[in-house]
């Protein structure tokens, strides 16, 4: 951009403006923020008067039929806008296998080990509610209650941290991360319902083209965005989710080195994924009609949301504390010195929060609009919240205590200090 544009954007104020606006979308709260507000706007909506014309815009169709591409908007949300979150979640899955926690085996063994136990649990727990109560037809659901929300936990966490030590963020991105990946396999190896090789093995064509252009440092728009949509399309036609080719272009991004441009596309992209492409899809994935508060009672009582909510309020945080404690206690894997086992309890809580991943599997194991994805979409809004709250009230309480530390330090920096510090973050 030239100076003298420079000047002319900046008269006008359109580039200050848009640099705003970009930066508050990156900021974790707002977009969490962005998200909740989608949501909330798709049930109230799908529970009003007017709540036809909800299910109507859900279901209309575009897209050229010739290319099987004819989509309702609610599956553009789910298998193309949400595309681009996956990818954005690549890069962000590349770098903390090249440069960030995962690249230390030491440094990322309990919180790997955690997001493992965080999704066994949960799915163990769906599955036992569901066969013991007798209906077996669920038991496709099982990877509902599995997945983290990264973006909206680490939303919840960035406005109750104004004390908490920074170990308890890495702690949650890194256990989040692994978790994104897991359920990603998850998704591209028990939701494909047919595959096809043909598309399959030519989506490896732009995918390689991608990997290519990336790796020599061309990052031009009008180069990279058709070889994108191209893998996207015929991964699509393939029958594997297509959010999954998402994933590998992000992956080919290199992170380190000369032509480094994974910092450079998540900062351009975040805005895009966090303030159209998941809200987007929040808006048609959240919005069931749930038919007042006899509806909700009546939904509560079924099996599938049971084994949810069962899964993302009690499954997680049992599988992410227990499995973190037992292998700190039985291992030579330590809990960081700065944290303590109720900050890893109240991260545990958080991480039941399972909005977008888990809406998106429900989809998937039950199809879009059944009773069950009906059931589904009340038990994971309900559980996240709940989890949510619970995971703020433990946290809320950790915060306090290392404000008390924080003080202490301040006023007292002598040796006298040291025993009060010392109980105040076990407090």
């Not at 999704?119 to 659901?141: Q, S, Y």
């Not at 998540?266 to 987007?280: F, I, K, M, Q």
């Not at 909510?309 to 404690?325: E, N, Q, S």
């Amino acid at each position: 951009m030239s100076n003298r544009r420079d000047r002319r954007l900046l008269a006008r104020g359109s580039w200050p403006e848009w640099q705003r606006i970009s930066e508050l979308l990156r900021a974790e709260t707002f977009g969490g923020a962005l998200l909740l507000a989608a949501a909330a706007a798709a049930l109230v909506w799908a529970n009003s008067p007017w709540a036809n014309g909800y299910h109507q815009l859900s279901a209309f169709v575009v897209g050229p039929s010739s290319l099987h591409l004819d989509l309702s908007l609610s599956a553009w949300a789910a298998d193309g806008l949400l595309a681009i979150f996956f990818f954005v979640v690549g890069l962000e899955l590349k770098r903390e296998f090249v440069a960030g926690d995962l690249r230390d085996p030491a440094r990322a063994a309990l919180p790997i080990a955690a997001a493992v136990g965080g999704m066994l649990v949960p799915a163990g727990i769906f599955v036992a509610i569901n066969a013991f109560t007798g209906h077996p037809e669920n038991l496709g659901g099982w990877a509902v209650p599995i997945a983290t929300d990264i973006a909206f936990a680490l939303a919840v966490l960035a406005v109750l941290s104004t004390h908490l030590p920074a170990a308890l963020r890495i702690f949650l991105l890194t256990l989040a991360v692994v978790d994104d990946l897991l359920a990603i396999t998850v998704i591209a190896v028990f939701f494909t319902d047919h595959l096809a090789l043909g598309p399959l093995a030519a989506a490896l064509i732009p995918i390689g083209l991608f990997a290519v252009a990336v790796q020599r440092g061309m990052r031009q728009w009008w180069l990279l965005l058709p070889l994108a949509v191209a893998a996207w399309a015929l991964v699509h036609a393939s029958g594997v989710h297509a959010t999954v080719a998402g994933v590998l272009l992000g992956f080919t991004v290199p992170v380190l080195g000369r032509h480094s441009a994974a910092e450079h596309l998540e900062h351009g992209l975040r805005p895009l994924s966090a303030g159209v492409a998941v809200p987007v899809f929040a808006f048609f994935a959240a919005g069931v009609t749930v038919g007042g508060w006899s509806g909700f009672a009546d939904a509560l009582s079924h099996p599938v949301t049971i084994g949810v909510i069962a899964g993302l309020v009690l499954g997680k945080p049992i599988g992410v504390f227990g499995t973190t404690y037992l292998m700190a206690r039985f291992t030579h894997a330590s809990l960081d010195e700065d944290l303590a086992w109720r900050d890893v309890f109240g991260v545990a809580l958080l991480a039941g929060i399972g909005f977008t991943v888990s809406l998106l599997i429900g989809e998937l194991a039950f199809g879009h609009g059944s009773v069950s994805d009906d059931d589904v979409k009340i038990a994971v809004v309900t559980g996240s919240v709940v989890a949510g709250l619970l995971a703020s009230a433990v946290l809320l309480s950790r915060n306090a205590a290392y404000r008390r530390i924080h003080q202490l330090e301040t006023i007292d920096a002598d040796h006298d200090g040291v025993p009060d510090i010392y109980q105040a973050r076990q407090d």
